[in-house]
């Protein structure tokens, strides 16, 4: 394996809050990266779970440079360079291998790997990445198994995704091995499918102000 320079530690974007967002219709996600970027928050992570997410990225990234737009739930290594084409910034997967981190330096896209277990958070960070996405975190142990981490792996940072919520954002936050946090609350699939960009424009505040 090439040596993995892209290890993700330093995103270039200010929130702490990323959106995972699962995009249906293209024509969604230009007027959804606004209504983000109005309520404070931009980064979005579009995810491959459906055929629009990589038309979606192709969107946002042409149409609102100012959004930092990654994909999400890149699980083969051809996704991340379709990704890269697509213009996403950054990638994020919900796990990890040899391959697909290979395919991010490959591709030179910052990579955010998944990991559950200190042995997955270790190999990870033999790749040479400092930060990885805590999934699913609720079932991985929550804020308990992110201050269990911090002792042994004290070099390395989160990205816990998965149960995590407007009421425990907070809480995530405050541990100091915690760069940010994902979560699908800030765009609830009835407001995206009525156009209700006000609805997330307000979440998207209330994230910002909770991540304070």
């Not at 910034?89 to 291998?97: C, D, E, K, N, V």
């Not at 391959?99 to 990870?124: K, N, R, W, Y």
């Amino acid at each position: 394996m090439n040596t993995p320079i892209l290890a993700f530690s330093k995103p270039a974007f200010r929130s702490r809050v990323v959106p995972v967002i699962v995009i249906t219709d293209v024509a969604q996600a230009v007027p959804l990266a606004h209504a983000l970027l109005a309520g404070g928050i931009d980064v979005m992570e579009i995810t491959l779970r459906h055929a629009a997410g990589l038309p979606a990225i192709a969107a946002v990234a042409r149409a609102v440079p100012a959004m930092h737009v990654g994909a999400g739930t890149v699980t083969r290594p051809q996704e991340m360079l379709q990704a890269r084409d697509a213009g996403a910034r950054f990638a994020l997967s919900p796990g990890s291998s040899d391959a697909l981190a290979q395919a991010a330096i490959d591709c030179d896209l910052p990579f955010i790997p998944g990991a559950m277990t200190p042995s997955e958070v270790m190999h990870a960070r033999d790749l040479g990445f400092g930060l990885v996405k805590l999934f699913p975190a609720a079932q991985a142990g929550g804020v308990a198994m992110l201050k269990a981490l911090g002792g042994p792996l004290p070099d390395m940072k989160f990205c816990p995704t998965g149960g995590v919520s407007l009421a425990n954002l907070p809480e995530y936050l405050q541990q100091p091995n915690v760069a940010m946090v994902g979560g699908s609350w800030l765009t609830p699939l009835d407001a995206l499918a009525q156009g209700r960009w006000q609805d997330i424009t307000a979440l998207a505040a209330q994230a910002v102000a909770a991540a304070a």
